[in-house]
C-alpha cells in the first residue's frame, strides 16, 4: 500500500472524480529564462485542452500568430491553422532534442512539444498517479519516485515527487528537462494551489536549477507558470 500516493490523490479530488475525469481545459501564462534561451514569446493567458487518458494536449497560440495552435499527440507534433487544418508536422518529435540549432533556438513545433507534454504532464498529476504503465515507488512518507514508461512523453523517465505529509498536496517536482540538456536539473517548486469546482489543482509554479543536495536554487528563475483558469471535463 503506497499511503503518499492515495493521500495525493485524495488530496487532489479523489479516485472516484478522476476516473470519470475525460479532459482538462485550462488558461496559462509562462515565461521565465527558458523562453528568453529558445528565443519564444512568452505565453500570456494561452489556452489549453488535454486528455485526462492519454498525452494529447493543444495550446492556442503557440506562438506569435494567434490564430495557430499546436498540438501534441503521443510523440508527434503538428501546427494547425484556424480553419483546422494542418499545416506543418513533426513525427517522433523527441529524436530532434536537443542538438543542433534547437541548443539556440526554438520553432513552434518544438515549443508545441514541449509546452504542451510538459503541461499534459503537470495538470493530470492526480491521474498520473493511478496510471498502471507508470512504477511508483515510496521512498519515504511524501516522497515518491516514478518511472515513466517509453510511451509517455516527458522529461526523463525517473522523477521525484515531494508531497506535504499533512495536506498530501504537492510541494516539489525534481526531473531533468532532456529535451533542453542532460544537465538541466530543474526543481520544480508548487507555490499555490487553488480550487476548481472540487479539484485542487497547482495555480502557480517556478522551475529554478536543483543544487547537488536536492534543494532548489534562488535563482535564475527558468520558467515561471500561472494557471488562471482550471476545468476538469468528464
Known amino acids: 500500500m503506497n499511503q503518499t500516493l492515495d493521500k495525493a490523490v485524495e488530496a487532489y479530488g ?16 509562462a515565461n521565465g529564462l527558458a523562453f528568453i534561451l529558445k528565443r519564444r514569446p512568452p505565453f500570456n493567458r494561452a489556452r489549453f485542452v488535454m486528455d485526462v487518458s492519454r498525452p494529447y494536449s493543444r495550446i492556442k497560440p503557440i506562438g506569435e500568430k494567434p490564430e495557430i495552435t ?7 507534433v503538428y501546427l494547425e491553422n484556424a480553419n483546422s487544418e494542418t499545416i506543418q508536422e513533426r513525427k517522433d518529435a523527441r529524436q530532434y532534442f536537443p542538438g543542433g540549432r534547437r541548443f539556440f533556438y526554438w520553432d513552434d ?18 491521474a498520473l498517479l493511478m496510471r498502471p504503465d507508470i512504477i511508483w515507488k515510496e521512498l519515504e512518507t511524501g516522497l515518491l519516485e516514478a518511472v515513466f514508461p517509453d510511451n509517455i512523453p ?11 505529509r499533512g495536506t ?3 510541494v516539489q517536482h525534481d526531473y531533468t528537462a532532456e529535451v533542453i540538456s542532460s544537465l538541466a536539473k530543474a526543481a520544480h517548486v508548487v507555490l499555490d494551489h487553488s480550487e476548481s469546482e472540487g479539484f485542487q489543482y497547482t495555480s502557480h509554479r517556478r522551475v529554478t536549477p536543483r543544487s547537488f543536495t536536492g534543494k532548489p536554487l534562488p535563482l535564475p528563475t527558468l520558467i515561471e507558470i500561472i494557471v488562471h483558469d482550471f476545468h ?3
Open 168 to 170: 498530501g498536496l504537492l
Open 154 to 164: 516527458t522529461h526523463c523517465r525517473v522523477q521525484r515527487f515531494r508531497f506535504d
Open 70 to 76: 499546436g498540438v501534441l499527440d503521443g510523440s508527434d
Open 14 to 29: 479523489g479516485r472516484e472524480k478522476w476516473a470519470k475525469a475525460k479532459s482538462i481545459e485550462a488558461e496559462i501564462s
Open 232 to 234: 476538469v471535463n468528464d
Open 109 to 126: 513545433l518544438d515549443m508545441a512539444y514541449f509546452a504542451n507534454y510538459a503541461t499534459w504532464n503537470y495538470l493530470t498529476l492526480p
